[in-house]
């Protein structure tokens, strides 16, 4: 049973947000818990996106506020093996880089790092600068993975939905959860 930490910034890419937050909802069976931190600019930018305010509909998950310090995955003791950042700003990625715990989301990360935790970073923005390349380079060394939201295209998805849902497979895969989806050379699980 898997303890995962879904945490919403304000980068684009609110549907990849709400593709994972779906998901996860379905695979209850393979999750104690489910928490969820958004930032005030990631309901902003799920609004304009998504033109809704959908990130209410999902009671079954714990919601935390950005400066929520009580938390129980703000310490290494609450035992939460998995935190997706989907989307990551770059702001977000720079500041877990820098070991800047300065809110619930870098704090969550920085726990995720040092209990060595799977800390997964859906970054969104292109093209990178140098300082992006680094900022990924120091995560990555520390233990993180960088998953870019680069869709794939294998299955000739037919929606955007669909396309989205490629990226957000691969980073339920990253997790360690077990899913149906479509895999290369085969059909669905």
Known sequence: ??????????????????????KLASLKGQCESVAVIMTPNAKEVWKTELDNESYTDY????????????????S????????????????????????ISA??????????????????CVVRDTPYNLIHIRNMETITLAGGIICPATPSFYRRPA????????????????AG??????????EPD
């Open 103 to 120: 809110d619930l989301i870098t704090r969550a990360a920085d726990v995720v790092l040092k209990e060595r935790r799977k800390l997964i």
């Open 1 to 22: 049973m898997h303890k995962i930490v879904v945490a919403i910034t304000g980068a684009s890419g609110s549907i990849y947000a709400q593709i994972l937050l779906d």
């Open 59 to 74: 009671a079954t998950f714990a919601f935390y506020a950005q400066q929520d310090f009580t938390a129980p995955f703000a």
């Open 159 to 174: 929606t955007i939905e669909a396309v989205a849902a490629t990226v957000v497979d691969r980073v339920l895969d990253l």
């Open 177 to 186: 959860l077990s899913i149906s989806t479509f895999r290369w050379g085969n």
């Open 76 to 99: 290494g003791s609450g035992r939460y093996d998995t935190m997706i950042i989907i989307p990551c700003s770059m702001g977000t990625l720079g500041r877990i880089a820098h070991g």
